[in-house]
């Protein structure tokens, strides 16, 4: 999207800026670990900290219905990054467990402490929250295969790999990826390095041309060549087939893992029982003194 020399996409006159020669996956890994580790950890401070302004005061921090809110939106905020994102930061749902071992206590201390109790409510599950986290387990997985597929190198090193490289003619005196970085760059001829301007073939005897090398696929006419169609074709393709292997393997473990346990159930259903029991007990006990 940023173009190639002599046709740069352009906004108000300003280029725009280019992933890093490592891969665009090197930004992504840093912003990733700035947030896993940078704000989870002020937002717990500042989460633990904050109540205890109304502690010195004589008083605890009100809770009402809405309470619970922010501690959903904090976990399904954090679910979201370190699934998303885990292709290219995979220490996200280490980071994630540790942050979560701390919180717990400050969170155990700050609502037995520091907040006042909140009122116990009957509910079946976290409600519309489940709905929330299984649209982001599918983004999740869209998300990572087009990452792996599109932004890194992973597709084009296995296309050079298994169909232009060394071994691909059956060589074994080499390393298989030898060459690949040539590979993937292409050459501009400009004028005095000037890169808003591309020279054609049949032009390049008349002027004095400079090359310049840059990471694309197109030939010297500055056309797609025909390892950009077979790479974005791989592209795709492993996309394809990592999401659908992926929302397999979720549906199987969904199916082994229930949201409702069978003895979650039967414990709730005794526990309801005895309950009823105990109540009818009761009445009968009453409508005997009663008489």
């Not at 940023?2 to 725009?16: D, M």
């Not at 890994?29 to 500042?46: D, E, R, S, Y």
Request: glycine share 4%; proline share 3%; charged share 20%.
């Amino acid at each position: 999207i940023n173009g190639h020399p002599g046709q740069y996409v352009r906004i108000a006159g300003f280029r725009l800026e280019e992933c890093d020669p490592s891969g665009c996956l090197t930004d992504l890994f840093i912003q990733m670990a700035v947030i896993m580790l940078l704000k989870q950890t002020l937002n717990n401070i500042v989460e633990f900290t904050g109540p205890w302004d109304w502690l010195r005061n004589y008083h605890l921090c009100r809770s009402d219905a809405f309470s619970l809110f922010e501690e959903f939106l904090e976990m399904v905020i954090q679910f979201s990054f370190t699934t998303i994102f885990v292709a290219a930061f995979p220490l996200a749902p280490l980071l994630a467990l540790i942050n979560n071992i701390f919180e717990i206590r400050l969170d155990a201390i700050k609502m037995t402490r520091l907040e006042q109790r909140l009122v116990p409510r009957k509910t079946n599950d976290i409600g519309v929250w489940t709905k929330v986290l299984e649209a982001v387990g599918v983004l999740a997985v869209i998300t990572n295969g087009l990452v792996i597929g599109i932004t890194s190198d992973f597709i084009p090193r296995l296309v050079y790999r298994y169909h232009y490289g060394p071994c691909a003619g059956g060589s074994t005196n080499t390393h298989c990826m030898e060459g690949y970085i040539n590979d993937t760059l292409s050459t501009a001829y400009m004028i005095n390095n000037d890169t808003k301007t591309f020279i054609h073939s049949k032009q390049r005897h008349l002027f004095n041309v400079t090359e310049c090398s840059y990471r694309d696929y197109r030939n010297e006419d500055n056309e797609l060549s025909h390892k950009f169609w077979l790479v974005l074709a791989a592209r795709f393709a492993f996309v394809i087939l990592f999401e659908h292997v992926v929302v397999v393997c979720k549906f199987i473990a969904a199916w082994f893992v229930h949201d409702n346990p069978i003895h979650v159930k039967n414990s709730r259903q005794t526990n309801k029982m005895s309950r009823l029991k105990k109540e009818l007990r009761l009445k009968k006990r009453n409508k005997s003194t009663e008489v």
